[in-house]
DNA sequence: TTCTTGACTTAGACATTATCCAATGTAGGA
DNA sequence: TCCTACATTGGATAATGTCTAAGTCAAGAA
């Protein structure tokens, strides 16, 4: 996470506490916090950090690549640290838990010319959707 | 449309001047309004009507699998009344616009079974991103 | 036709998520 | 160390969606 910190400071920014704290929530695979987690764990370690720094830094890192916005349910946005490796998501429609997934095939590759209708397309997201083993069984 | 309203009377749907105007908002092809423009259509016709009678309506229709709720930006949910064809979508990063596009091979069969953590798929959604043709040339 | 009843609708309060803004604080270069 | 542009704060505000209590009405029954 050293890493991203120094990119970070490669590319100007300034290196605060608060944007500190808030890449160190994210640190980690599988992580898909919503900005009011991200908020609440960030202030486990920095009390006084405020809402809207939380989502302005989200945003910054969003807008620099570093990490993917994820909206699975039409509620709170997730966040997704895991920006440098494609991969998808798998959903479930019961707890909302995701997971992320590797399928093969490349999905861009499906969309041939003519159902692009003069679009420049540069990305592709998939989620698929269904009940995980922990809901199925209860 | 009439077929619609046929349908939901013979699930045992009460008809009321309200669900009519409701259905017939969202008649046609390549329609993606939010709730809230679902509701500013449909009040042209029927002035009183409350947006809490929108949004039950439309997610009845949901449940009934009659319209498609899509979420590609975050923001406000996107009802799709063409349920009965599987399509995908391609969204303008820049002004939101949707079309519905038909890729080639089905994206449920690229994801292999030891890519499913024991999950039971049932549905995958397929968005496209990119800058339309409008949007690039401006 | 008229009656009855439970499903439907309404207005507005409330909840959740996200953004904006003016005042204040501070990281990092000079 | 000092400056200053950039960052942070908290509170107001916006956008979207949900809930509730009270009134209304569609459609079957008589």
């Not at 980690?28 to 009390?47: C, F, I, Q, S």
């Not at 910054?60 to 570093?66: I, K």
Request: aromatic share 6%; hydrophobic share 35%; proline share 4%.
């Amino acid at each position: 996470m050293s890493d991203l910190l120094e990119r970070l400071r490669g590319r100007g920014w300034r290196l605060t506490a608060q944007r500190r704290v808030v890449a160190e929530v994210l640190n980690g695979d599988h992580v898909h916090y919503t900005a009011d987690e991200v908020h609440a764990k960030a202030a486990d370690r920095l009390p006084e950090i405020s809402r809207a720094t939380v989502y302005n830094t989200l945003g910054e890192l969003v807008s620099l690549g570093e990490i993917i916005e994820v909206s699975t349910d039409g509620r709170a946005k997730r966040y997704d640290p895991n920006a440098h490796h494609a991969h998808q998501h798998l959903v479930c429609a019961r707890c909302g838990t995701i997971r992320d997934v590797h399928p093969s095939g490349d999905p861009l590759a499906d969309l041939p010319a003519e159902q692009r209708f003069g679009f420049e397309v540069s990305a592709v997201e998939v989620t698929y959707r269904g009940i995980c083993p922990n809901c199925a069984s209860a």
